[in-house]
């Protein structure tokens, strides 16, 4: 297959660049992969270990997640240090620990007086019904820091991205290989991008042709189409929402200079994005979470900055499928006729 991002920029307005070119971010995973997980971590830090500004959206029914309210414009608190995305459900959030105790050995956190505590963000995915039992950990939250150190570009079956799938209408039965990816943009000196571990319930299609790229397929490997089949469930004695082993979850950033309130609009309106590349979404069986950050260094519009948010959050969820690999017996979109 060969879908391209199709609708997603417009040549002569903006161009697409690397999320790395967005400074004071430093992106690296860590995984586990006969486990079948793994930890994506964004290391927030202009140079002097303040943290940068930032705010999140939930809208799926089910999200796990850690010090969330910390992002609430009405919160205190105006930096965060890490933001990290994991696997693992709940038990994943661990993973976090490892990326705290990593900032406070190197001196960065929020000064208290006392100590300086690391104000570490994140949320987790569902993936424990792929591989063996296991969630990220203290350790692995460690190994994703050292790599962030170095940069990894990595994308697909990597990081968070290790034991995600799309399309589980009906649990992982028909289910495809999904993972995690990237996709940035600049005009003039802004620069916007998000990365995204997709593990929907639904299918994710290509928001320019409405072409599905990876989900739910029959008994004889062809595409269903989610919500065609779910409208065969809407009677109350056919409720299908009875796993929750989904959860999309994302950071958008940027080099804007906006507030906690201008980030939770953007986080909110990124969701858009997710809305272009995934059908359905936002379910009870999701806990669909994307954050947004910013370094504060270029002045931007903040309805402008939301609407390339959700472009960049619907290239990052296509690119997830498009560079996930055939894994732990799920076939992903480059083996898989759509025609």
């Not at 500004?53 to 939930?58: G, L």
């Not at 002045?299 to 499928?321: E, F, H, P």
Request: hydrophobic letters at 40%; glycine letters at 14%; one cysteine or more.
């Amino acid at each position: 297959m060969n879908h391209a991002i199709a609708g997603l920029k417009n040549k002569e307005m903006m161009k697409e660049i690397n999320i790395a070119d967005i400074n004071g971010f430093l992106l690296g995973h860590a995984e586990n992969p006969g486990g079948g997980t793994g930890v994506t971590v964004i290391l927030c830090d202009k140079g002097d270990g303040e943290g940068v500004c930032a705010s999140v959206d939930i809208r799926g029914g089910g999200p796990a997640s850690r010090e969330t309210p910390v992002l609430e414009p009405e919160a205190a608190g105006e930096a965060v240090n890490a933001i990290v995305l994991s696997g693992g459900s709940a038990f994943g959030l661990e993973a976090a620990c490892g990326v705290s105790d990593y900032l406070y050995e190197k001196g960065i956190g929020f000064d208290t007086g006392f100590a300086k505590v690391p104000i570490v963000c994140g949320s987790s995915l569902y993936d424990l019904a792929v591989g063996d039992v296991v969630w990220p950990d203290k350790s692995m939250g460690r190994a994703a820091c050292l790599r962030a150190e170095k940069g990894d570009d990595r994308r697909g079956n990597v990081g968070a991205g290790t034991g995600a799938t799309a399309g589980k209408l009906r649990g992982v039965a028909g289910a495809m290989k999904s993972g995690i990816a990237s996709y940035a943009l600049q005009v003039g000196e802004f620069k916007i991008g998000a990365v995204v571990a997709a593990n929907p319930l639904g299918d994710i299609v290509d928001p320019g042709t409405g072409k599905i790229i990876a989900g739910l397929l029959d008994d004889d490997g062809c595409f269903l189409g989610s919500e065609k089949e779910i409208a065969k469930m809407i009677t109350p004695e056919n409720l299908w929402v009875k796993d929750h082993q989904n959860t999309t979850i994302g950071a958008v950033l940027c080099n804007g200079d906006f507030s906690k309130r201008d980030l939770k609009r953007i986080a909110m309106m990124a969701h858009d994005g997710i809305a272009r590349a995934i059908r359905p979404v936002h379910t009870t069986a999701d806990g669909d979470s994307l954050y947004a950050a910013a370094t504060g260094d270029v002045k931007a519009d903040v309805n402008a900055a939301g609407a390339l948010a959700a472009t960049c959050v619907a290239g990052a969820i296509v690119r997830a499928a498009l560079d996930a690999e055939d894994a732990y017996g799920f076939r992903a979109s480059a083996t898989v006729d759509d025609e």
